[in-house]
């Protein structure tokens, strides 16, 4: 996103679709049907693909979540990854790894609790927009006392498909306790298992948005997918 300072990116996005764009989720067919000379090249691709439709469909912002690329890759396609997001406004995020975030000039960082502190983080990288991963109230609290810009709250519903470690379903439930906790300090997106059916429920319990990966990553028609979503999700609120 081309804004001026870290608040101006965090006000200026649309918070209700977040796309995590896990090369891990795409199915064969699509990556057998895209560009490439090597499987890697065919599967970022892929993803590039399918980043443009959840753009043009509404998505505001894009992580980038491959647990299985090197850095190199990473750097490579976050680039790649942050000039698509600028051409439509939308904030691009690094999963886990802020010297990648760095290197490639992405908007922001997203990081959980096998990753760097957030604290940490925002001493190491002042600009950057940092969000965190939060399971319960007294968490979440602590997490934005430590300088998180935003935060991903889940497992909502059954997520073990795309997160093997993931916790098990919370409920929506724990949206509304952490929006207690840290009433409307940040943005929270709702993660986890949330789809089409779901996501008016994780708007209606006090998130911005959802956070999703197979809802849009492993759709028939990505576009559409996010168009769905956006809809679900309702009016965007104050934070
Ligand atoms: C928006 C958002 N919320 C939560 C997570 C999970 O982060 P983490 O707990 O570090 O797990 P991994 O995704 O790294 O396996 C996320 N990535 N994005
Ligand atoms: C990356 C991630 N983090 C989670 C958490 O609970 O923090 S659940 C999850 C996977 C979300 O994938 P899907 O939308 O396909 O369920
Ligand atoms: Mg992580």
Known sequence: MKATSRRDKIERTDWRVYLIADPSALSAERVGAAAGQTDKDRRFSAILDVVRAALRGGAGVVQLRDKSATSRELVEYGRALQDVCDGFGALFVVNDRIDVALACG???????????????????????????????????????????????????????????????????????????AIGESVPMVGIGGVNVQNAAQVAAHGASGVAVIREIVAADEPELAARGLLQAVGPAREI
Do not use: M, N
Not at 151 to 179: F, N, Q, T
């Open 106 to 180: 992405a908007d922001g960082v997203h990081l959980g609790p096998k990753d760097i502190e957030v604290s940490e983080a925002r001493r190491i990288a002042p600009r950057l927009v940092i969000g965190a991963s939060s399971g319960d109230a007294e968490g979440a609290r602590a997490l934005v006392e430590g300088g998180a810009d935003y935060l991903g709250v889940g497992a909502v519903y059954e997520a073990r498909a795309s997160k093997a470690d993931a916790s098990a379903p919370r409920g929506p439930g724990v949206l509304a306790e952490v929006r207690g």
